[in-house]
């Protein structure tokens, strides 16, 4: 957003809980400032709705299933942020990260009187119209401290992935994965019968994984090669793929030379 933002400012809430979208709904709508123009319940369409609309501030909820507060903002440009205010319920001594880069929260549970304390900054920034020092503090804020971090072996390929879910972060075991797919703008992980969602394309995390123990099988996935289980034959002379937990998957003609590399009894 550019230019001065003057009252009433345009204002999303986005929470996975309805009662705390209820909540924020009641004491946003005293305020004559406010225009609520939207609500949502996960982070997909709350991105999809702040390009469309730019709203002037959100109350943002941190933990969301598939795609927490934190990942819906790294997948927003710089440009298109709002002015935030976090709700979270994570413990007090975690917090002071915001804190140090001068964003507000809401810990849940939170009383009238602090709601008007956050709501009050929000107001006061927006009025000020100071966007570039705003946008400067979330983005170190999401670059220092919730970043998915990759952890590398001697080699340099991905040894273990730490994936952000439910406000926690969950380090995964690359060795772990039974396959991985395309899913837009993400990857979606498969491992142990869970599945996870990160911002990254598919090719670029390809190239970040050991060829040996990983192959592309089809432009939208990759397995593991230790979980293959076997290879069906289908009637157009193609393979699919089955792994040990049964899952299927189409091996490309086009690729089936670069698993036949690792696999040598498919020649």
């Given amino acids: ?18 009662m ?8 946003l709508s005293k305020d004559a400032d406010i225009e609520i123009s939207g609500e949502f319940g996960n982070g997909f369409e709350a991105a999809a709705a702040i ?126 994965l039974d396959w991985i797919e395309a899913a837009d703008q993400y990857v979606k992980l498969h491992s142990n019968g869970d599945s996870y969602l990160i911002r990254q394309a598919l090719g670029k995390l390809e190239t970040q994984l050991d060829p040996q123990q990983f192959c592309r099988i089809h432009r939208s996935a990759i397995v593991n090669i230790e979980q293959i289980e076997e290879l069906l034959p289908t009637a157009t002379g193609d393979y699919t793929v089955v792994l040990r937990n049964k899952t299927r998957l189409k091996l490309s003609r086009h690729r089936r030379q670069a698993l036949q590399a690792l696999i040598p009894w498919l020649s």
Avoid: C
Wanted: glycine letters at 4%; hydrophobic letters at 45%; charged letters at 25%.
């Fill in 1 to 18: 957003m550019s230019g001065r933002i003057a009252p009433p400012y345009k204002t999303f809430i986005i929470d996975d809980e309805p």
């Fill in 51 to 176: 390009r469309h609309q730019r709203p002037a501030l959100i109350f943002l909820d941190v933990q969301m299933p598939e795609m927490d507060g934190f990942a819906m903002l790294q997948e927003l440009d710089k440009s298109e942020w709002p002015q935030v205010v976090f709700v979270t319920a994570y413990e007090k001594y975690a917090l002071k990260a915001f804190e140090v880069n001068a964003l507000d929260y809401l810990l849940k549970p939170f009383d009238d009187a602090r709601f008007q304390l956050a709501l009050n900054r929000a107001k006061e920034q927006l009025a000020q119209n100071n966007r570039s020092a705003f946008a400067d503090h979330l983005g170190q804020f999401l670059n220092t401290h919730y970043r998915a971090e990759q952890t590398t072996n001697a080699s340099g390929f991905l040894q273990r992935l730490a994936i952000k879910t439910a406000g926690r972060i969950r380090f995964i075991k690359v060795s772990e």
């Fill in 20 to 27: 705390a979208r209820a909540t924020l709904r009641l004491l």
